[in-house]
């Protein structure tokens, strides 16, 4: 699954760590979903319409070996219309607008068709520093 870190926080995490900037940690984390993957400067197109909505989510397992994954279902609220075909994951530091903080490609991408619930199910979204 290709992705990264978002410019964004590459830059913070380096300032925090070579003590040029304190980063301070999000107070929540917000899961959304593309049609269009973003790159580490942000855009993309992220899906709107149907009852989208960004999910919040703030259970993760700690990290191990550079890696961690999503701890509990991350589910999405029933499409009330068709989102398209997601290919991209971001997880973001605010509901809507917001920071990007990390993304990935899908290794499936998925329609989601009016009636559908996205949904990662427990451990099925990882994140990794390598």
Do not use: C
């Not at 920071?99 to 290794?107: G, K, T």
């Amino acid at each position: 699954m290709a992705g990264s870190f978002s410019d964004y926080l590459e830059n913070e995490l380096l300032d925090h760590v070579l003590l040029t900037g304190a980063f301070t940690q999000p107070s929540n984390l917000y899961v959304a979903l593309y049609t269009a993957a973003p790159t580490d400067a942000g855009g993309g197109t992220e899906v709107s319409g149907g009852s989208y909505a960004r999910v919040q989510h703030e259970s993760w397992d700690a990290a191990s070996s550079g890696a961690s994954e999503n701890t509990g279902a991350i589910t999405f609220p029933q499409a009330t219309g068709d989102w398209g075909t997601v290919v991209a994951v971001g997880i973001f530091d605010a509901s809507t607008a917001g920071n990007l903080l990390m993304w990935a490609d899908l290794s499936a991408n998925k329609a989601i068709d009016s009636g559908d619930t996205a949904e990662f199910a427990d451990g099925d979204l990882d994140v990794s520093l390598t």
